[in-house]
């Protein structure tokens, strides 16, 4: 790849100066996205101070106020309300059923439940492939109508125009390059960008997305010498799922990573927790309680 072959050719001293430039910033832990000091809320600008300083930093989804309260308070800096919630909450068998009144909602419950984290709502299908206008229109809910800070959209060039009026109106943007969900009738789920031809798409697309005024980059299924080649092509940050090691941040389906979600996981879910355990064991004890006469007690009872 040529982006790394340029790195590797780079002077001694610009790479130690780099380096020291780094170190210097990674000093400050105050300003870290993840444990920093700061109790305002994150925006995209903290965002790329962190790609700046070689910080790499989480994201996880989430779908409700409570959650989103609790991974609030573990520091989470920025979180995702995915079209994934139409696998994990609604029933759905893909992402492509979910509507943006779905996902307006789910986005304002939240921010309701957050006070630092970053924000950033999905657009889903039939949201903003019809133009820019359409894009603008969807995006212009999220922000008023829910409060997030950003919005996501899917795909690399054909939504090159999207992505610049966006932008051009005050919308911060998250590209989502490699595997596209919302695309699953096409190309299926499979891994994206193997092969040279493949590859030098995924990397054009990434930089045209740049280009177009996105903050970050989703790479979704991608091979993880891809990912680190178009992280390292890049000034704004990459966010990894399935997409190794080299990318600048990590997200994770959090029902995917507690453990909730049933059945097989994919290969880059690490679960951290098995909440699907411990709930259904709770529930077990509470029916066996019940049938048992065991509750209420008197403790549980008013007179």
């Known amino acids: 790849m040529t982006q790394l072959s340029a790195a590797q050719n780079e002077p001694a001293g610009a790479a130690a100066a780099a380096s020291r430039s780094t170190d210097s910033s990674k000093a400050d832990s105050s300003k870290a996205?993840?444990?920093?000091?700061?109790?305002r809320r994150i925006t995209v600008?903290?965002?790329?101070?962190?790609?700046?300083?070689?910080?790499?930093?989480?994201?996880?989804?989430?779908?409700?106020?409570m959650t989103a309260s609790v991974f609030d308070e573990a520091g989470i800096p920025v979180m995702l309300v995915g079209d994934?919630?139409?696998?994990?909450?609604l029933g759905y068998e893909t992402t492509v059923p979910v509507t943006l009144d779905e996902m307006t909602m789910l986005s304002a419950a939240v921010?309701?439940?957050?006070?630092?984290?970053?924000?950033?709502?999905?657009?889903?299908?039939?949201?903003?492939?019809?133009?820019?206008?359409?894009?603008?229109?969807?995006?212009?809910?999220?922000?008023?109508?829910?409060?997030?800070?950003?919005?996501?959209?899917?795909?690399?060039?054909?939504?090159?125009?999207?992505?610049?009026?966006l932008v051009s109106s005050g919308i911060p943007v998250m590209s989502h390059l490699g595997l596209t969900p919302q695309s699953v009738n096409t190309m299926g789920y499979r891994v994206q960008g193997r092969g040279d031809e493949a590859a030098h798409r995924l990397?054009?697309?990434?930089?045209?997305?740049?280009?177009?005024?996105?903050?970050?980059?989703?790479?979704?299924?991608?091979?993880?010498?891809?990912?680190?080649e178009v992280s390292s092509s890049l000034h704004i940050p990459t966010v990894g799922i399935g997409a190794g090691a080299g990318c600048d941040a990590q997200v994770l389906v959090w029902t995917d990573m507690l453990g909730l979600t049933?059945?097989?996981?994919?290969?880059?879910?690490?679960?951290?927790?098995d909440l699907r355990a411990v709930m259904s064991g709770a529930a077990r004890a509470f029916a066996e309680d019940v049938v048992g006469g065991a509750f209420p007690a008197a403790e549980h009872s008013v007179h």
């Open 33 to 39: 996205l993840y444990g920093g000091k700061s109790t």
């Open 203 to 228: 990397l054009s697309d990434a930089k045209a997305a740049q280009d177009a005024g996105a903050f970050a980059v989703v790479l979704e299924l991608v091979p993880a010498e891809l990912a680190a």
């Open 84 to 89: 994934s919630a139409g696998n994990c909450h």
């Open 111 to 165: 921010v309701r439940g957050t006070s630092r984290a970053l924000i950033v709502g999905d657009l889903p299908f039939g949201s903003y492939q019809e133009g820019p206008v359409q894009a603008l229109r969807s995006a212009t809910r999220l922000v008023k109508e829910a409060g997030v800070g950003a919005v996501k959209l899917e795909g690399g060039e054909r939504s090159l125009p999207q992505t610049e009026l």
């Open 262 to 273: 049933g059945g097989k996981m994919p290969r880059f879910v690490k679960q951290y927790a």
């Open 45 to 65: 600008r903290d965002i790329t101070a962190a790609k700046e300083r070689g910080e790499k930093w989480p994201m996880l989804t989430a779908y409700d106020a």
